[in-house]
């Protein structure tokens, strides 16, 4: 796979009508000096000396950009309150990984702010992979301020194992049930992997001890293609079918309110509008409501 040709490609996606003007603000941006990047649980910048003009132009580049997904990020005084509280699945998992000189790829990175916080822990290498040209543009926006080298490819799941790089650790978030193939992902993932790399992945789940997985006939929570929802048991039977040697769960845990929520800056509906309102243990279909599992699986072949 030629993936220099797709690249150039892709490029072309920031010249679309609905892309052009976040690539044009975002060109239009003043540099600062001095500015001072603080990697918690809110990916903070401060820029000194900063005037209200700037600050304005800062703001509404922001909310051209809207919906903003994951994050928060703060701004001098502009918080980007955004609808997933990343930092709470960030910090849930940061006891299960080591980048300490490691080559790092985030599968479905959004705008990056997982890549961000990873900065902290000194990774070889960051790689960020997402097929969308909005996403891109927040990364921009964001990494103007903090200047990172932060390699962000507009490449999906399905070009990993054809990349430049094998990875020493692969984070796949929220992924998983958008594909109509979980084997034929994880296979991709696995073949990304060096020889004892390790994919951290998240994906929603049902309880049961059987190998099953609920195939939604239409939506799920409102979202229109999740393919499957799997037990843990046949989560780890797709990824031994995969190639992958040992799947350890990490955590398991219920999306609730605090973690998704509707802000000022998505102007859409949020976790609250996907539940029944009669039973939040349920979506609006009748599904068991979102819960998700986190696993660490290793290829050691």
């Known amino acids: ?41 809110v990916v903070t910048i401060d820029i000194p000396n900063i ?7 800062i703001r509404q580049t922001a909310l051209l950009m809207k ?10 005084e502009l918080f980007i309150d955004t609808e ?11 006891p299960y990984f080591d980048l300490e000189g490691k080559v790092v790829g985030d599968i479905g990175c959004n705008n990056g702010y997982y890549l961000f916080r990873m900065q902290s822990q000194n990774p070889k290498k960051l790689i960020g992979f997402d097929p969308s040209a909005i996403y891109y543009s927040q990364f921009q926006f964001i990494d103007h301020f903090v200047k990172s080298e932060i390699v962000y490819e507009m490449l999906g799941v399905e070009h990993v194992e054809y990349y430049e790089y094998k990875f020493d ?48 006939a239409g939506k799920y929570s409102k979202i229109p293609n999740i393919y499957f929802v799997p037990t843990i048991p046949a989560l ?27 802000t000022e800056w998505i102007d859409t509906q949020s976790l609250e509008d996907f539940l029944d ?20 699986a290793k290829k050691t072949a």
């Open 1 to 41: 796979m030629d993936l220099n040709q797709l690249r150039i490609e892709r490029q072309k996606w920031l010249t679309w009508k609905n892309i052009v003007p976040f690539q044009d603000a975002i060109k239009a941006l003043p540099v600062f000096e001095d500015v001072k990047v603080s990697l918690g649980d």
């Open 51 to 57: 005037t209200e003009e700037q600050s304005e132009q």
């Open 67 to 76: 919906p903003w997904r994951k994050g928060p990020f703060r701004i001098n």
């Open 84 to 94: 997933w509280q990343s930092q709470i699945k960030y910090n849930l998992l940061e």
């Open 169 to 216: 650790l692969l984070f796949c978030l929220g992924v998983l049930y958008h594909r109509s193939d979980p084997v034929a992902m994880l296979k991709s993932l696995y073949k990304g992997l060096e020889k004892g790399g390790e994919l951290i992945l998240d994906t929603f789940m049902i309880d049961g001890e059987d190998e099953v997985a609920l195939t939604p």
């Open 236 to 262: 780890k039977n797709w990824c031994l079918r995969a190639g992958f040697e040992s799947v350890e769960v990490l955590e398991t845990r219920v999306t609730d309110q605090n973690e998704q929520r509707k």
């Open 277 to 296: 309102p009669n039973d939040p243990t349920k979506t609006v279909e009748g599904y068991p409501a979102p819960k998700r599992v986190y696993i660490k």
